[in-house]
């Protein structure tokens, strides 16, 4: 108890808004693709992904390397493979239902009306060739077809398949309440089993049938009746309550309608609280797994700086930071991801002293700031000048006893030298590089250097840093 | 004011071995300033600067109708460096500036 309450004081509203974004998204995808292919490919892949930690855990080294390779692989190929279905999945629905709709099928498929004109179409003998979508994608062995989303109605049926409408030889798509594509061409079947009275339209079924998990209705132009396929099985339904009760359980609409919905609804419910624990557990793994260390060095950023003045001197560029966290953030961490920025917005002219604190640094989610060494650094800052200073050598050593310097002439005397207006206001010589008196005898000459005891203070561009110095060496006469 | 010198001693107010350079085992150096006229009393400053911080302050008095008058400093080992004195009147203004190394 005493460990949990400091840990949930410790989440954020951040970390609560993470995980709820992504639990929602997570459940959203599994609506939305609930019953395709793609889900279970998908559940597929998250199953590899899981036996591949394992065997990493345990140190197969070849079977983590391989499972890493095939899940990596799996992921390019199912939007390669699948992306019929991911697109008839996305397409087919808009943003308010990709965002929130639940139902995946249309519940108030006219079964009634259907059957009616399947029916009608039988006693009329005029060909029909009507095709339920089950759980899977027909894209792939569907060609043809012209987009028609009609309403179904029995007249609509009727006329489809009228002797002269150009689209009446082929297949009629039905989904939901409404006929969306006629005119298709089915796969034929090669199986011999079939009676021979069978012709091209019963083959076209029985293929469809065979290949996928969709249901296909045959109006026999010939004999009248009406043939069910499903699967392998193709049979004569002769009863119109017979089909309308295949075709509910088909669809989905089952007389215990009730039972179904609340099925659904729990269904969705399930989906939602797998999806927090899931993505709950993600989060954990990543921010509070196993706590990992790492040192980075960040150069530091000064940011406001007053537009008048200039940053003369900083104690110190970069600073290391010690970052903790999960293993898989801070092994995928990158310096880029960290910054130090220091405002210099209440910086005064002068010395400054910044402590950096927690504010001061930008990490990603998840990684935490252990140390910043060092947590303080000066800063000065100043009104850029520039200031005539005369030159004076910085002699050293010893001269000769029995000689006297007597005289010493600079060129130039003056030099412009760039700085802090605060800083240069006490400057009022500048030296040269020290000078050794040791090896002097007599009147000479020396080219010296300029020595900026201060890192802010430099030479102005249109001066010179290198001194010509004259001296005059005579005899001490006493 | 009619001379001014930096010097390592000064004998019947002349001073003696002017030099820009000294060496600490000289033990002690001088600034030297003579003034004529000197139209009525007033005093100068002898300012003496290590580097560019002010060291010691000597306020020297002037006495009409002429005056000589010197400062000096003892030399320490710690005294090493570029140095300067300037020589002000009673206003503040630079009526001379020596600048000068103490050495070993």
């Known amino acids: 108890m005493t460990e949990i309450l400091p840990f949930i004081s410790n989440i954020r509203w951040q970390d609560v808004f993470d995980i709820t974004l992504n639990s929602y998204i997570l459940f959203r995808l599994y609506i939305l693709f609930r019953r395709t292919n793609v889900f279970r490919v998908l559940i597929g892949i998250a199953l590899l992904w899981f036996i591949q930690r394992i065997a990493v855990f345990l140190g197969l080294i070849v079977t983590s390397w391989a499972l890493q390779g095939i899940t990596a692989v799996a992921a390019l190929i199912i939007i390669v493979v699948f992306r019929n279905e991911i697109r008839s999945v996305l397409q087919a629905r808009n943003l308010k239902a990709i965002l929130w709709g639940f139902s995946d099928k249309t519940v108030d498929t006219p079964v009634e009306i259907i059957v009616e004109s399947v029916y009608e179409l039988a006693r009329t003998r005029t060909g029909a060739l009507v095709v339920f979508r089950g759980k899977e994608d027909l894209a792939d062995v569907l060609q043809g077809g012209i987009p028609w989303h009609g309403l179904v109605s029995k007249e609509m049926m009727t006329s489809i398949f009228w002797h002269d409408n150009p689209v009446h030889d082929g297949a009629a798509i039905i989904e939901g309440n409404q006929v969306t594509e006629v005119g298709v061409i089915l796969p034929l079947s090669r199986r011999d089993d079939l009676p021979s009275y069978y012709g091209t339209r019963h083959r076209a079924a029985a293929g469809l049938a065979e290949a996928t998990d969709a249901l296909v209705i045959v109006v026999s132009e010939e004999r009248g009746n009406v043939v069910l396929a499903r699967g392998s099985d193709m049979r004569v339904i002769s009863r119109k309550e017979e089909l309308a009760e295949i075709l509910r359980e088909h669809i989905g609409v089952t007389a215990e309608e009730w039972t179904y919905l609340r099925r659904g609804k729990l269904e969705i419910g399930m989906a939602a609280i797998v999806s927090i624990l899931f993505i709950t557990a993600v989060w954990f793994s990543f921010t509070r797994g196993l706590d990992a260390l790492v040192t980075l060095e960040i150069p530091i950023e000064y940011m406001n700086r007053d537009p008048e003045m200039e940053i003369l001197d900083t104690s110190v560029n970069a600073v290391h930071l010690d970052l903790s966290g999960s293993g898989a953030l801070i092994k995928s961490i990158r310096p880029a991801q960290v910054q130090v920025r220091l405002d210099l917005n209440k910086a005064a002219p002068g010395h400054n002293t910044f402590t950096i604190a927690d504010e001061n640094v930008a990490l990603p989610p998840g990684v935490f700031l252990k140390r910043v060494q060092p947590s303080v650094v000066e800063v000065t800052v100043d009104v850029p000048t520039k200031k005539k200073l005369p030159v004076q050598v910085d002699w050293v050593g010893r001269l000769a006893e029995h000689l006297i310097l007597t005289e010493v002439k600079l060129s130039p005397k003056n030099v412009w030298v760039l700085g802090g207006k605060r800083i240069l206001k006490n400057v009022s010589t500048i030296y040269t590089e020290e000078v050794s008196l040791d090896n002097i005898r007599t009147t000479g000459t020396l080219n010296v250097n300029l020595m900026f005891d201060l890192a802010s203070v430099k030479i102005a561009p249109d001066s010179t840093d290198r001194i010509k110095v004259e001296y005059v060496a005579e005899e001490r006469l006493q | ?104």
């Not at chain 2, 001379?3 to 001693?9: F, K, R, S, T, V």
Request: glycine share 2%.
């Open chain 2, 1 to 104: 004011m009619v001379q001014a010198a930096m010097c390592e001693d000064i004998k019947e107010f002349t001073p003696e071995n002017q030099a820009v350079v000294f060496s600490i085992t000289i033990g002690r150096i001088f600034c030297f300033t003579s003034f004529d006229p000197v139209p009525e009393e007033t005093f100068i400053y002898h300012n003496w600067f290590r580097r560019d911080k002010l060291s010691k302050r000597i306020k020297l008095s002037l006495q009409p109708p002429r005056w000589s008058t010197f400062s000096s400093f003892q030399l320490r080992e710690a005294d090493q460096g570029p140095w300067r004195v300037e020589i002000t009147d009673k206003d503040g203004r630079i009526l001379r500036l020596f600048r000068f190394s103490i050495t070993d």
